[in-house]
């Protein structure tokens, strides 16, 4: 019951997520290049999903120059604000919490052509639970035990590095 609960919990903020988006206007781009480059950010504080904030704007240190054909598009060291999206929380059955990243503002750089989304994931225990789970079940009350082991918490450090994707080339209008 928890698991379908969880799942349809996740499927509703990526609808609301993508219903959001889709009530913004976006520029129409060509996505035909693949060329890339990463930006590297991060966190000026922990962000944790124990206590963090769904819908928080926190801020981001650049690490290292951003440069394409030897031209800075963003200096090391830049402030960068984000936005926490969403928080999942860790479940039963070893399921892990997660925290999204979104809406990353970078002077310097076009918004419509970063693909700004992170995801970070804590300590995934399915792999270990669910085996034990079906070992346990021909065992009438055991196999349920398994449904008090949690997934491990999320969190973003200072020194983890968020890498995003910056296409320079792609030509928006």
């Known amino acids: ?18 219903s959001r988006a889709a009530l913004e206007p976006r520029a129409m781009c060509n996505f035909e290049s693949t060329v890339s480059v990463p930006v590297v950010l991060n966190s000026q504080v922990k962000i944790s999903s124990k206590d963090g904030l769904e819908g928080h704007i926190a801020e981001f240190c ?7 054909n030897g031209v800075k598009l963003v200096s090391k060291g830049q402030v960068v604000k984000g936005r926490i999206e969403t928080i999942a929380t860790q479940g039963m059955n070893g ?3 997660m925290i999204i990243l979104d809406d990353f503002d970078i002077e310097g750089l076009d918004p419509n052509k970063l693909k700004s989304y992170y995801i970070k994931r804590g300590f995934n225990m399915t792999y270990f639970v669910l085996p034990l789970k079906w070992a346990l ?18 969190a973003i450090k200072p ?13 928006c209008q």
């Open 95 to 97: 399921i892990p919490a």
């Open 137 to 154: 079940t021909p065992l009438p009350p055991t196999g349920s035990l398994t449904n008090f082991i949690v997934g491990g918490p999320a």
């Open 159 to 171: 020194k983890d590095d968020i890498i995003l994707k910056y296409y320079p080339e792609w030509e």
């Open 62 to 68: 650049v690490k290292k120059d951003v440069v394409y």
């Open 1 to 18: 019951m928890n698991k379908l609960f969880a799942s349809g919990l996740i499927i509703f903020f990526m609808c609301a997520q993508a």
